[in-house]
């Protein structure tokens, strides 16, 4: 049987919500920034799964993809700048323990 | 005539002196401040002199013309209704104008003696240059609402002269005093404004006039249906404007301002409160007079009522004061009593116009000689440091100068011919006496009553016991005191032999003087009798005057405590308005305009500490939100609105 369009929706979407766990439940900020590249994945996947069935003939969901994947990486290096920071000022690098900017 | 560059510099040398007094009198200029303001002032003088010479000499074929020299709008409304700037030369204006600038010119020599030595020496001739370019503003405007901007003007400058002792309580008490009561008649001066410009569509007053007095316009007919308790829009219009006149004329009721006002300087009280500014309730009825005469010749008669009760309510009250400057503020209210009630007997145009033209005479040697009384006390204050008759007595050797300019002043105010007050009271009486027989008998006996508290104060002052000094320093006045004495007192002898009616008239074609010599007996005569009972009793050192006190019983005790019209005031105010009103103002604002206001508050507050909660700081938290956001959108969106 060939893959068709839900049976790769239905991966990026497991992938999503798995991210989405990942981001809602674990403490460690390295852990979350995984979660969220999880995330980004799921649309990455969405993106040339819908390119390949839907409009089969154009490029535009895998030049997107390709940006999301340049984006993501910039986005991973600014996600750890601010890591490094936390730990140099809190010693942790746990979400619980980043909890100065409120009321 | 004389440019418009010419006319227009006459309002705005004083100005400019106001500017560089001001700005650097303090600090650069110091006494020469006050020659500085004088010098202008002269030259502000001798314009003004010039353009009513050229004014009244150049042919005009039987009427003066009505010129607008300069007409700037300033603020326009819509094409008919604008609030211009100008410059509006008529028989009266330019008579008010040679009356400012030579009272203020005298003023101004004469208080650079009687202040010589203030600190703020410098500020004063500020604030003279700020009043007397206020004034020329208010008697040359041509737009009413110029007319109010600088009526304001005046307002200001002579809260601040009345207050230029600041350190005395009582100056500033005054100064306050003569603000709210004057300000208080201006609403009804800006609300009568408002109701005669909605009535004739314009604000400037030559088109005002013709539109309200003319009867094809309908203008007058449709301002006549709209009525108000009973009174058609007009009647109230013109009221309410002679209201806003009654306040700055100190007539009664409104009066309560002027004997406080004396706090000030006494050079102040010549210009401001004897000579100019006072009289601009007068200048204001006459200059709207077609509008009263023809329109409203029921507030007309009102006009003439509160004058002639004002005239001898203040000619009572004068004769028991003893504070000399005080009693010269009666007189004065007694004397612009005579103006309003002059306008007041007067009609439209020709012979019957004749009290428009003894008012405005009146008014022109009234300035004369009552700027001079307030002079000459001045001097003698300056003299004996008391304002109090009784510190006075035998000056007449010490101050010949004065004495003798004094007495020629107390003459013409009295109406003893040939000086200057007896013409322009015989005129008033004259058409008081056509057209109101009522007013004329108070006239009559005010004039008497004149004749006797004008000679109490003159022989209180001048004869009475001999002069004791009192060990203080005495200033014997420089020829800086003397000479503007020495002018006004020539002007107080002679301004009545000019032939008013010639250059001044309702309508403004020359009228002849009438003069009746049988007419002129009765007045003379209580005058005189006026005199010799003030003789009789104050002369000579004697206790008639006690005596006649004691008879009197409650009429004078009540005239001494001036009717009582301040306790009358201080019980409204205080008792009424204080307490019932402004209680009940005050709870209100506390409990139902803070409380609404504070309530806005405690709420906000209240749920502010209920939902800050949500701003946790749990970036998880955030994201639950966010995501719970996105999945209702997304339902909203994908199910509901399909």
């Known amino acids: 049987m060939q893959p068709g369009l839900y049976h790769i929706l239905f991966i990026s979407g497991a992938l999503f919500f798995t991210g989405v766990y990942g981001f809602l439940t674990r403490r460690n900020l390295i852990t979350m920034l995984m979660s969220i590249e999880l995330i980004l994945n799921s649309v990455n996947l969405n993106f040339v799964a819908f390119n390949k069935y839907v409009w089969p003939g154009k490029m535009d969901g895998l030049f997107f993809t390709l940006f999301i994947i340049a984006i993501a990486a910039a986005e991973a290096a600014v996600a750890i700048a601010i890591i490094i920071n936390l730990y140099r000022s809190h010693k942790s690098i746990d979400v619980e323990n980043a909890e100065d900017l409120k009321y | ?642």
């Open chain 2, 1 to 642: 005539m004389p440019g418009t560059l010419l006319i227009a510099l006459i309002p705005l040398l004083p100005l400019a002196g106001f500017i560089i007094a001001g700005l650097f009198g303090r600090k650069y200029l110091g006494r020469s401040a006050g020659y500085l303001g004088t010098a202008l002032m002269l030259a502000s003088a001798l314009l003004a002199i010039y353009t009513a010479y050229s004014y009244f000499t150049a042919p005009n074929g039987g009427e003066y013309p009505k010129i607008k020299v300069l007409d700037l709008t300033w603020l326009q409304f819509s094409d008919h209704l604008s609030i211009n700037m100008g410059i509006l030369l008529d028989p009266i204006s330019v008579m008010m104008i040679v009356v400012v600038t030579l009272i203020s010119l005298m003023v101004h020599i004469y208080s650079l003696a009687y202040l010589k030595g203030e600190e703020r020496f410098p500020t004063y001739y500020a604030y003279l240059g700020l009043f007397t370019f206020s004034m020329l503003g208010l008697v040359l405007a041509s737009n009413i609402f110029q007319t109010y901007i600088f009526w304001e003007l005046v307002g200001v400058s002579s809260f601040l002269l009345i207050g230029y002792y600041y350190d005395r309580p009582s100056a500033v008490a005054a100064c306050k005093k003569a603000f709210i009561v004057t300000r208080f008649a201006d609403l009804g001066f800006l609300i009568g404004i408002l109701i005669l410009s909605n009535a004739s569509g314009t604000l400037d007053f030559d088109t005002m006039i013709s539109t309200l007095t003319s009867p094809e316009t309908g203008a007058a007919q449709k301002s006549v249906a709209a009525s108000f308790l009973g009174f058609s829009a007009l009647t109230w219009g013109a009221a309410l404007v002679f209201i806003g006149g009654a306040g700055k004329s100190a007539m009664f009721p409104l009066h309560i301002w002027l004997p406080d006002a004396m706090e000030g300087p006494t050079p102040v009280s010549a210009l401001i409160h004897a000579a100019t500014m006072v009289v601009a309730g007068v200048y204001l009825v006459a200059r709207l007079f077609p509008v009263f005469a023809v329109c409203t010749p029921g507030v007309l008669e009102m006009v003439g009522w509160v004058g002639a009760i004002s005239a001898i309510i203040a000619a009572i009250i004068a004769c028991t004061q003893t504070d000399i400057k005080r009693v010269l503020a009666y007189s004065t209210m007694s004397q612009i009593g005579y103006m309003m009630f002059a306008l007041g007997v007067s009609k439209y145009g020709g012979e019957a116009g004749l009290g428009y033209t003894a008012s405005m005479f009146h008014l022109f040697t009234h300035a004369m000689f009552k700027a001079l009384l307030f002079l000459g006390a001045g001097a003698v204050i300056h003299y004996v440091h008391s304002n109090d008759m009784k510190d006075m007595g035998g000056l007449r050797k010490q101050l010949p100068v004065t004495h003798l300019t004094f007495l020629i002043a107390c003459l013409a105010i009295a109406g003893v011919p040939p000086l200057a007050g007896f013409f322009s009271k015989e005129e008033i009486l004259l058409a008081a006496h056509h057209h109101n027989m009522a007013i004329y008998w108070i006239a009559l006996l005010t004039s008497g009553l004149t004749a006797f508290y004008m000679f109490r104060l003159y022989f209180s002052i001048f004869w009475s016991k001999p002069y004791q000094p009192h060990g203080e320093h005495h200033h014997h006045g420089s020829v800086l005191m003397t000479g503007p004495l020495v002018l006004l007192g020539i002007g107080a002898a002679f301004a009545g032999l000019i032939p008013f009616g010639h250059f001044v008239s309702s309508d403004r074609i020359p009228l002849a003087s009438h003069f009746d010599l049988s007419f002129s007996v009765l007045p003379v005569a209580l005058g005189l009798l006026g005199i010799l009972a003030a003789m009789w009793v104050y002369a000579r050192q004697s206790d008639r005057a006690d005596k006649i006190a004691a008879a009197m019983g409650g009429l004078y005790k009540s005239a001494y405590r001036k009717f009582y019209i301040d306790e009358v005031y201080q019980f409204v105010t205080k008792k009424i308005l204080f307490n019932i009103v402004g209680r009940t103002a005050a709870w209100f604002d506390r409990t139902i305009v803070d409380g609404a206001v504070n309530m806005t508050g405690t709420a906000t507050q209240k749920i502010a500490a209920g939902i800050k909660k949500i701003q946790s700081g749990k970036v998880q938290q955030y994201a639950v939100y966010f995501l719970t956001g996105m999945i209702l959108l997304a339902v909203l969106f994908i199910y509901l609105l399909k």
